[in-house]
T-cell receptor, first 109, second 115 residues
Framework: GQNIDQPTEMTATEGAIVQINCTYQ??????LFWYQQHAGEAPTFLSY??LDGLEEKGRFSSFLSRSKGYSYLLLKELQMKDSASYLC??????????WGAGTKLIIKP | IAGITQAPTSQILAAGRRMTLRCTQD?????MYWYRQDLGLGLRLIHY???????GKGEVPDGYSVSRANTDDFPLTLASAVPSQTSVYFC??????????????FGPGTRLTVL
């Protein structure tokens, strides 16, 4: 079966750095997405990786290793507004997104 | 309208009733999707449409039906609601025909409770 694993919850301090990991086992791979979802709101797109390596976008970076079935989202200079759930999703061989359950990130002052 | 809208925002429904969740996008995206999101689970695809006039089944299609008469609208119908269909429903769209990797954009969601 297809499986996406992420930690359920993480806590970090304002101004710090946090890394959210995602491991996947899917039937085929056509890219990996990270989305942010604030409580009670819709998911919003953060990043897309299809090749190995690091993609940097401001305070957020996303890394992919296809051989290891592994990705992480790195958030720097954490702000209170970064408190949200972070969803990892893989585009499988049928070009359908398979979603992880999400990681709830709690930022403390 | 800018982006994707969904209606209603929330609804309480008696079991056995028929319900249609509406979704409209103004981005002229080819592909549209319906997901449900339940606590502790990832988003699960119910149905999708790669282009107007075509639809397909996702991971959890039972008890739901969709239609895609035009590019903009993609309603989801529960023919006879059951309590297990209590969930938050998200509609999404992408500028893709199912073979690309374009980003999916989500509507604000409909919170449905079936009693």
């Amino acid at each position: 079966g297809q499986n996406i694993d992420q930690p359920t919850e993480m806590t970090a301090t304002e101004g710090a750095i946090v890394q959210i990991n995602c491991t996947y086992q899917t039937s085929g791979f056509n890219g990996l997405f990270w989305y942010q979802q604030h409580a009670g709101e819709a998911p919003t797109f953060l990043s897309y990786n299809v090749l190995d390596g690091l993609e940097e976008k401001g305070r957020f970076s996303s890394f992919l290793s296809r051989s290891k079935g592994y990705s992480y989202l790195l958030l720097k200079e954490l702000q209170m507004k970064d408190s949200a759930s972070y969803l990892c999703a893989v585009l499988d061989s049928n070009y359908q997104l398979i979603w992880g359950a999400g990681t709830k990130l709690i930022i403390k002052p | 309208i800018a982006g994707i809208t969904q209606a209603p925002t929330s609804q309480i429904l008696a079991a056995g009733r028929r319900m249609t969740l509406r979704c409209t996008q103004d981005m002229r995206h080819n592909a549209m999707y319906w997901y449900r999101q339940d606590l502790g689970l990832g988003l699960r695809l119910i149905h999708y449409s790669n282009t107007a006039g075509t639809t397909g089944k996702g991971e959890v299609p039972d008890g739901y039906s969709v239609s895609r008469a035009n590019t903009d609208d993609f309603p989801l119908t529960l023919a006879s609601a059951v309590p297990s269909q209590t969930s938050v429903y998200f509609c999404a769209s992408s500028d893709s025909q199912g073979f690309g990797t374009d980003t999916q954009y989500f509507g604000p969601g409909t919170r449905l409770t079936v009693l």
